[in-house]
Antibody
Framework: EVQLVESGGGLVQPGGSLRLSCAAS????????MSWVRQAPGKGLEWVSV???????YYADSVKGRFSITRDNSKNTLYLQMNSLRAEDTAVYYCSRGTSSGWYGADWGQGTLVTVSS | QSALTQPASVSGSPGQSITISCTGT?????????VSWYQQHPGKAPKLMIC???KRPSGVSDRFSGSKSGNTASLTISGLQAEDEADYYCCSYAGSKSHNWVFGGGTKLTVL
């Protein structure tokens, strides 16, 4: 059974940093396209970043240069390093598994809340 | 990349059919058959309902179907049931240059 469990969210001041983790089980992270998707309170879904099965990474313009998506094959875990955080980054962050050749949100974690506030 | 355009809300009575539209551009919906649809109940994670425009994942009711014409994709739910009441989001691949994906703003479905 595929499981995705996010952690690492919390309260951080503007300009601060946070690293989110997404522990995967039931499959091997580096064989799939994996994405982070966020949802601000009361708002819609926003795609944030993807890492291809070959390791290439891409980002939404809103986070480019500030966020970094990585994976640790030994821990079967996906990460999102978030730097220079802004109030508008406040959201529930979901990790999502795609397929071996592309991404759509086939499986999702439960999400972790990031609040950026002073 | 601008969000795809969905109606803010739709409604229908049990047993009826409804269709939710998702309008993009020739750079996303119109250029790729990579449209997906998600159902989200309050406080829950999204659930995949349709991928690749019209494919239904295993376990998803055949009351849900997807289609596309030009720059507009559509999700149709037939035989509405109370448990279908939720938010629905479309999503499209948005380009081989930027390798981005873009979501719609979401549609609140109310079952009357």
């Amino acid at each position: 059974e595929v499981q995705l469990v996010e952690s690492g969210g919390g309260l951080v001041q503007p300009g601060g940093s946070l690293r989110l983790s997404c522990a995967a089980s039931g499959f091997t992270v580096n064989n799939y396209f994996m994405s982070w998707v966020r949802q601000a309170p009361g708002k819609g879904l926003e795609w944030v970043s993807v890492i291809f099965s070959v390791g290439t990474t891409y980002y939404a313009d809103s986070v480019k240069g500030r966020f970094s998506i990585t994976r640790d094959n030994s821990k079967n875990t996906l990460y999102l390093q978030m730097n220079s955080l802004r109030a508008e980054d406040t959201a529930v962050y979901y990790c999502s598994r795609g397929t071996s050749s592309g991404w759509y949100g086939a499986d999702w974690g439960q999400g972790t809340l990031v609040t950026v506030s002073s | 990349q601008s969000a795809l355009t969905q109606p803010a809300s739709v409604s229908g009575s049990p047993g009826q059919s409804i269709t939710i539209s998702c309008t993009g551009t020739s750079s996303d919906v119109g250029n790729y058959n990579y449209v997906s649809w998600y159902q989200q109940h309050p406080g829950k994670a999204p659930k995949l309902m349709i991928c690749d425009v019209s494919k239904r994942p295993s376990g998803v009711s055949d009351r849900f179907s997807g289609s596309k014409s030009g720059n507009t994709a559509s999700l149709t739910i037939s035989g509405l049931q109370a448990e279908d009441e939720a938010d629905y989001y479309c999503c499209s691949y948005a380009g081989s240059k930027s390798h981005n994906w873009v979501f719609g703003g979401g549609t609140k479905l109310t079952v009357l």
